[in-house]
């Protein structure tokens, strides 16, 4: 095998969540950070927290928000013309 070739041990790396979180762990990095930790993560905590950076929920939300209107107009004119032919 060849010699020198594996990047250094860290035994001590600091792992950084933006939720504020600090750990140490082991790894090749001195420091490492993170957007999601097990403490901040929806599955671990148990709680609904939506992660959005580009308005795309808005954006879905919206477009039901929508169809919903649009549908019910479209009830509302077969009703109309149900009643237009009675």
């Given at each position: 095998?060849?010699?020198?070739i594996?990047?250094?041990?860290?035994?001590?790396?600091?792992?950084?969540?933006?939720?504020?979180?600090?750990?140490?762990?082991?790894?090749?990095?001195?420091?490492?950070?993170?957007?999601?930790?097990?403490?901040?993560?929806?599955?671990?905590?148990?709680?609904?927290?939506?992660?959005d950076?580009?308005?795309?929920?808005?954006?879905?939300?919206?477009?039901?928000?929508?169809?919903?209107?649009?549908?019910?107009?479209?009830?509302?004119?077969?009703?109309?013309?149900?009643?237009?032919?009675?």
């Amino acid at each position: 095998m060849k010699k020198n070739i594996h990047p250094a041990y860290n035994e001590k790396a600091m792992v950084k969540c933006a939720c504020g979180a600090h750990y140490t762990i082991a790894s090749t990095s001195p420091s490492i950070e993170v957007e999601i930790c097990s403490q901040c993560h929806p599955f671990y905590t148990g709680t609904k927290k939506i992660i959005d950076t580009a308005g795309r929920v808005e954006k879905f939300h919206a477009r039901i928000k929508k169809a919903q209107e649009m549908g019910k107009k479209q009830a509302v004119k077969k009703t109309q013309t149900s009643k237009k032919k009675k």
